[in-house]
């Protein structure tokens, strides 16, 4: 059995905190975006975190490259500790990944074509390989047109510039790329040309993909485990059809029900639930969802539950889980189920 | 239904910046009292353009043309730039997609809001700051009166968009106009302001016009929905009939590709090959993208003939019926 | 692929170098002010670079029996107090004001990119440092920080190029700074990080390049404070050595012997007018043509 590729270990990212000086003032108290996260991402293996705004989501995908505040915990590359939280420490996986921004056009230089942008990594890393034919070639396993190379990113559209980035990310030959919300901003008529994309180069590459997004739906279709967060913790995990099928979470039962059907006979008589996600800054005592949670004990209020095995390939933190039994079939997988 | 005049009614209308491209082609819609009215469409589709036009609200370059223009029965097309304006509020209303800029950052909330009672002057403010108060209350802000004295940045933007959309309906509306509610939301938020949207259109009947490209917004909360193309209706109905039965090549696509409908994990995901074609030129302006074209689609106008449903319509140059 | 052959692409062409800058250039063209200061412009720079070419005398040559002559036709402009040529004086302290405000101009951008890069990107506790100095400077009055200068180390073309770049310096690495900051943060800057890119790639690939635009705005806007600041330091004896022509100089020449004719003063007078509103013009026609958000505007 080999390492994971990737795994954090009680990871805590931070808001950065200005200077201060010392004795002078009360110091401020640390605001955490991730209270403590430990995940394992296996070797090609397509996982997808899914949360709210909030949910430290993205976060989470910048620290894995050093680009967050990292207060503490672990993180292990291919089974080997990272020296410590500093930027230069990420060196190893900042080679060996590649981070498709939410904003494919602002992650441009605005005053570089595509071409050039593409070959970035490939300089950077001191690879040959930035010829015009092997750039076309790369740009051609995205599915972007030769003759977009010589624009400038403002000129492409949104399908094209998602096809830009993942371009220019494949030309590190990566074992990992984190992409950050593939799929906003897209129409739908092609956001599926994007994750096929994805599946097509796990495929034929074997790269693992870690896919934050707020999208249950999309999660669904292209995921092999999914992650949900609430808050900076992980409150579900597993794979989606089980997931879908019977979510223990109250929070992903919520989530599944608050996604609007695309069926006018099936709307909802009220919404599944009720307030919104707090401030990172007013993180609740006990458990973080207690506060919107319909089965919210005093135990709850108290105490923050653990992220407890159900089974191999599921687990959950909750005090109370919903029990499996009594499926409250999510109203996507009723769909699933046929 | 019943002899009050349509909320909206609009023939022929197109669209141009310009001179030359047309952002909205030809388009008719009508909105009954009450009734909830859903646009779909994809960037480039004119949906937006569509939803400015109403209040007036688009750049001195656009050129508006409109065999009827209509709103409460009001022609809207013969007034000037005042007489429009005036029709803000007391005849439609908008909501939009960004609560956070819908809202000056230096005013509270409660002088905001009561600025836009300035039509009722003979009001006093005792009773101006109840009817807001009410009216917060209504759309679901805990402690109404408190808020009042806070700033918009001090509200999450589930929130801010619920005092937006009492900041519309206090202009008491005959039709709200809301361009993607709810897209820069959470979707746990989304799921309470679309429940609320139609809790109030329950109560007060305020005819809504709902923009937006998710599928799922409009089955929620529609009773009619048209869809948009590169500036044109390619289908119009009744939700039910819309989302079961799609007549259009172009409706039938967009829902094969919607995540949510997917019923089996397979190894492809559904697309549309191709981009929105620029409008102009004869012809279907989905044909380029179409699936089932013809070599008729490409020169020929397609004409918009009835559907299977009652009320359903389509532009295309087969015939399903 | 597909949707390349499908139908055609609408054929944008991309600003390469070249059609950006002539862009540029029939952008300022268009407006009026553009083009007045584009041409005044043009001019300085052909009577510098042809000054001794141009002028029909030597401007140092002394002649004590036409003195202070009235404009002749062998005189255009006549001659000053020691019988110079003014029409020669006034074309060759063309040069010398631009060769002043040039090499200063030069040296400023010289010292002031890096300091502004290494404040904007650097370490935060250097950026104050740094901060502090570049207050401190832009604090004191400029006139004082000239004559402190020269009473230290004494006058002379190459002082005045010193007060200018002391006087520049520090708003111009602030404009870095301020640029660099705001850069840094942007996902383009970010994706470089992200792909382990060294700090002088990002800095000098990607950062100079996005900051350069609006410096040199800076800097022709600030090429008529600078010219005014040399012409003034001569005037008071402070500048360029007085045998040398200057705009300066010749003020002050003129100035002494104001009752007898005004010619000498307007002669210095007109070119240094004439050179602040070229610039300015120019630099303002400038920025409106390079600013992104006008631009952003007119695609909209």
Redesign the interface.
């Known amino acids: 059995m080999t390492a994971p590729l990737i795994e954090t270990r009680n990871l805590v990212v931070s808001l950065r905190q200005g200077?201060q000086w010392p004795l002078l003032g009360s110091p401020k108290p640390r605001v955490d975006i991730l209270p403590g996260l430990s995940l394992t991402l296996r070797h090609g293996e397509i996982l997808c975190m899914v949360g709210e705004s909030g949910s430290g989501k993205t976060t989470f995908g910048?620290a894995l490259?050093?680009?967050a505040n990292v207060v503490s915990g672990e993180v292990l590359f291919e089974g080997k500790t990272l020296a410590d939280h500093k930027?230069r420490s990420f060196?190893p996986i900042?080679?060996r990944a590649?981070?498709l921004?939410q904003?494919p056009v602002?992650?441009?230089?605005?005053?570089q074509?595509i071409r050039s942008v593409i070959a970035?990594?490939r300089r950077?890393?001191g690879l040959t390989g930035t010829g015009h034919s092997e750039i076309a070639a790369l740009a051609?396993r995205a599915?972007l047109?030769a003759?977009m190379l010589?624009?400038?990113a403002h000129?492409l559209s949104g399908g094209q510039a998602r096809r830009a980035a993942v371009a220019r990310a494949l030309s590190?030959e990566p074992s990992l790329i984190i992409a950050d919300e593939p799929t906003a901003g897209l129409d739908v008529s092609v956001q599926g040309g994007v994750l096929n994309l994805f599946q097509d180069i796990r495929a034929s590459q074997g790269t693992a993909f870690l896919i934050i997004t707020h999208n249950l739906a999309v999660a669904r279709l292209i995921a092999d485990r999914i992650v949900i967060l609430y808050l900076g913790r992980v409150v579900e995990e597993g794979e989606p059809d089980a997931l879908f099928a019977a979510p223990l979470h109250p929070y992903t039962r919520a989530l599944l029900h608050s996604e609007p059907v695309p069926d006018p006979m099936k709307r909802r008589s009220k919404p599944p639930v009720l307030g919104e996600v707090p401030a990172i800054s007013r993180r609740p005592q006990g458990c973080e969802f207690h506060t919107r949670c319909p089965h919210a004990a005093d135990l709850c209020r108290a105490v923050a539950p653990s992220l407890s095995a159900v089974s191999a390939t599921r687990s959950v933190a909750c005090h109370f889980p919903l029990a499996t039994t009594r499926t409250d079939t999510g109203r996507l997988m009723t769909r699933t189920a046929g | 239904m019943s002899d009050q005049p349509l909320v909206l009614d609009i023939e022929d209308l197109t669209i141009r910046y310009g001179g030359v491209i047309s952002a909205v082609d030809n388009v008719n819609l009508s909105i009954r009292p009450g009734e909830v009215m859903g646009v779909i469409g994809e960037s480039g589709s004119g949906k937006s353009t569509l939803a400015h036009s109403i209040l007036g609200l688009l750049p001195k370059s656009a050129h508006i043309e409109a065999a009827r223009f209509r709103l409460s029965g009001r022609d809207v097309n013969a007034m000037d730039d005042s007489e429009r304006a005036a029709l803000r509020g007391p005849l439609a209303a908008m909501i939009f997609q960004n609560p956070m800029t819908a809202f000056s950052p230096i005013h509270r909330l409660g002088q905001q809001l009561s600025d836009l009672l300035w039509r009722d002057g003979q009001m006093s403010r005792a009773e101006k700051r109840e009817r807001i108060i009410t009216m917060l209350r209504r759309t679901g802000i805990a402690d109404p009166a408190a808020k009042l004295d806070a700033y918009p940045f001090q509200f999450s933007g589930g929130m801010l968009q619920r005092v937006a959309i009492s900041a519309a309906l206090l202009m008491q509306p005959a039709l709200l106009i809301a361009d993607e509610p709810t897209t820069a939301l959470d979707v746990t938020t989304e799921a309470q302001i679309l429940h609320l949207m139609r809790e109030l259109r329950d109560q007060s009947g305020v005819a809504i016009l709902m923009i937006s490209h998710h599928l799922g917004v409009i089955a929620e909360l529609c009773d009619r929905v048209a869809v948009m193309y590169a500036g044109q209706i390619v289908e119009e109905g009744p939700v039910e009939a819309i989302f079961a039965a799609p007549a259009h090549p172009y409706t039938q696509a967009l829902l094969a590709c919607e995540p949510a409908l997917i019923r089996e994990r397979q190894g492809r995901l559904p697309v549309i090959?191709?981009?929105v074609?620029?409008p102009g030129g004869p012809g279907c302006r989905f044909a380029?993208?179409c699936s089932v074209a013809e070599e008729l689609c490409r020169q020929a106008s397609p004409p918009v003939r009835p559907a299977a449903a009652e009320g359903q319509r389509y532009r295309c140059v087969r015939d399903l019926a | 692929?597909?949707?390349?052959t499908?139908?055609k692409?609408?054929e944008?062409r991309?600003?390469g170098v070249v059609t950006l800058s002539l862009r540029v250039i029939g952008q300022i063209l268009s407006t009026p002010l553009g083009a007045i200061g584009m041409v005044i412009v043009a001019l300085i720079l052909f009577v510098t670079l042809l000054a001794p070419h141009l002028a029909p005398y030597n401007p140092l040559a002394i002649s004590v029996k036409d003195r202070l002559a009235g404009p002749s036709f062998a005189h255009w402009l006549g001659t000053d107090q020691l019988g110079r040529d003014l029409l020669s004086r006034v074309l060759v302290g063309t040069r010398t004001a631009m060769s002043v405000a040039f090499s200063a101009l030069f040296l400023s951008l010289a010292a002031a990119v890096p300091l502004g890069l290494i404040a904007g990107y650097g370490p935060?506790l250097l950026d104050s440092l740094m901060i502090l100095i570049f207050d401190s400077f832009s604090s004191l009055p400029m006139i004082m920080l000239g004559l402190a200068t020269v009473v230290l180390l004494g006058p002379g073309s190459g002082t005045v190029v010193l007060v200018i770049v002391l006087y520049c310096v520090p708003s111009y690495a602030r404009l870095v700074r301020s640029q660099t900051l705001s850069l840094k943060e942007?996902?383009?800057i970010?994706?470089?990080?992200?792909?382990?890119?060294?700090i002088a790639?990002i800095l000098f690939i990607?950062l100079l390049?996005?900051v350069i635009g609006p410096l040199l705005i800076l800097a022709c806007l600030d090429i008529s404070t600078i010219i005014t600041l040399e012409a003034g330091l001569s005037f008071l004896g402070l500048g360029v050595k007085p045998q040398i022509p200057s705009w300066g100089n010749i003020l002050s020449d003129g100035f002494a012997v104001i009752r007898n004719s005004p010619v000498p003063v307007i002669a210095g007078g007109v070119p240094l007018i004439l050179a602040t509103i070229g610039f300015t013009f120019l630099g303002e026609a400038l920025r409106d043509a390079l600013d992104p958000r006008l631009k952003r505007e007119k695609l909209a």
Do not use: C, T, W
């Open positions: 200077f910048k490259l050093g680009l930027s060196r900042r080679r590649a981070l921004f904003d602002s992650s441009f230089d605005p005053r074509r970035e990594p950077i890393a051609a599915g047109p003759q010589d624009r400038f000129a590190a | 090959a191709g981009e074609a620029r380029p993208r | 692929m597909v949707d390349a499908l139908h692409p609408k944008i991309e600003p935060r942007r996902d383009f970010k994706a470089q990080q992200a792909m382990d890119a060294g790639r990607h390049p996005n």
